[in-house]
């Protein structure tokens, strides 16, 4: 019976998503977006020596996305990340990771993502595939993300995109090895923001 009620349940929010979806549809939405940077943040943890976790952001971050609501899998991103605004909560550590042991910023400001294939399983979810790259090496990565919502904003009466990414970096395949035996080499990432309307400048 709980199986039962719980796959009526799953049927029922997707019919909503997708009824949602076909509702936005129908109006005047924006193709092109861009991110809020106030309410983005580009995060991700690792394991210290098995006795803690320790967390960290990206603040300075830029991208866009092409985005149809009406042909969905045509949709297209690009971000881009400064590697010195990494933010630890601890001033030294977050210099030594700006070091050429780790980000090395002063030869590799930005780290860039570019989507090559979006597929989406249902109308809140999909699997971004495209090529990141980082200290000057470019390789696959795929992000599963999660549109919360889409809808106008109550306060600017802008459209507004809602979404959370998740994926998995191997630092060592980027020739980030440095204290490889006591920091895990594959680093959980996760970016929750918004995106906006592109506006013309």
């Known amino acids: 019976m709980v199986t039962t009620i719980m796959k009526n349940s799953a049927k029922t929010l997707l019919i909503s998503s997708v009824l949602a979806a076909t509702s936005l549809a129908s109006a005047a939405m924006p193709n092109q977006w861009q991110l809020d940077n106030s309410h983005t943040r580009v995060g991700f943890s690792v394991?210290?020596?098995?006795?803690?976790?320790?967390?960290?952001h990206f603040s300075d971050v830029k991208g866009m996305v092409n985005y149809d609501i009406k042909a969905p899998n045509k949709t297209s991103m690009n971000f881009t990340i400064a590697t010195d605004s990494i933010d630890t909560n601890w001033d030294a550590r977050d210099k030594h990771l700006k070091t050429d042991e780790f980000f090395n910023v002063a030869k590799y400001p930005t780290m860039t993502f570019k989507s090559t294939k979006v597929t989406f399983i249902n109308p809140q979810q999909a699997k971004v595939m495209g090529d990141f790259t980082m200290l000057g090496q470019t390789k696959p990565l795929t992000l599963d993300v999660t549109l919360n919502k889409i809808a106008n904003s109550p306060l600017t009466k802008e459209p507004v995109v809602g979404f959370r990414a998740t994926g998995n970096i191997d630092r060592a395949a980027y020739g980030m090895t440095a204290y490889a035996t006591g920091i895990t080499t594959n680093v959980p990432i996760q970016i929750d923001g918004e995106l906006v309307e592109k506006k013309a400048k």
Do not use: I, L, Q, R
């Open 47 to 56: 394991d210290h020596m098995g006795f803690s976790t320790t967390m960290g």
